[in-house]
């Protein structure tokens, strides 16, 4: 079984300052990681994903993820956010051989002018 | 092209009556999910096909729940006797291929059981 920890459920930050949502899996066999963005009202839409290869990421809307295996870490970041970013993130995984794609409990990030 | 379609995005309803929510994948999608999303529990998954067939029905809360997918483009989640403690916002969501597939989310089913 798999399980995501997203370490802050809440961060609020300010315009145009870096941001980093911190996301920690378990699991026994292979995944891929995955951070999906929902705005208000709205479905989940992917941001980007880790399925092979460079450990770094990029996204779309500026944001990129680093996976670290070691650490069995997947932090979203982003050097400079704008209001628009206001949204909840969550990070997911899923084993390589398919099966369920687990949510963590998501990330409320509130930019403020 | 359209993405996936929830029908519909909002229902009040009174405790013991059946609600039916609906859900139309992507033309092509070959696995469509249930997720149920409330304060408290997060995001869950319910429910999920591949080729209309069921696969994992392990988070359906009990037997009040039941899902169908009679063909590829189209699929319901039923609740029978409603409950409040039903109410959340509830997802389908659909893909094409393996793992590596990403989920296409409709934009919510929102349900009230009084």
């Known amino acids: 079984a798999q399980s995501v920890t997203q370490l802050d459920s809440q961060v609020p930050v300010f315009e145009e300052a870096p941001v980093e949502l911190r996301c920690n899996y378990s699991s026994s066999v292979s995944v891929y990681l995955f951070w999906y963005v929902q705005y208000p009202n709205q479905g989940l839409q992917l941001l980007l994903k880790?399925?092979?290869?460079?450990?770094l990421v990029k996204g779309i809307n500026g944001f990129e993820a680093e996976f670290n295996k070691s650490q069995t870490s997947f932090h979203l970041r982003k050097p400079s956010v704008h209001i628009s970013d206001t949204a909840e993130y969550f990070c997911a995984v899923r084993p390589t051989s398919y099966g369920k794609l687990t949510f963590g409990q998501g990330t409320i990030l509130t930019v403020h002018p | 092209d359209a993405g996936v379609i929830q029908s519909p995005r909002h229902e009040v309803t009174e405790m013991g009556q059946e609600v039916t929510l609906r859900c139309k994948p992507i033309?092509?999608?070959?696995?469509l999910f249930w997720y149920r999303q409330t304060m408290m529990r997060g995001l869950e998954l319910l429910i999920y096909f591949n080729n209309n067939v069921p696969i994992d029905d392990s988070g359906m809360p009990e037997d009040r729940f039941s899902a169908k997918m009679p063909n590829a483009s189209f699929s319901t989640l039923k609740i029978q006797p409603s409950e409040p403690r039903d109410s959340a916002v509830y997802f389908c969501a659909s893909s094409f291929g393996q793992a590596t597939g990403e989920l296409f989310f409709g934009e919510g089913s929102r349900l009230t059981v009084l």
């Open positions: 880790y399925l092979s290869g460079s450990t």
């Open positions: 033309s092509g999608h070959d696995y």
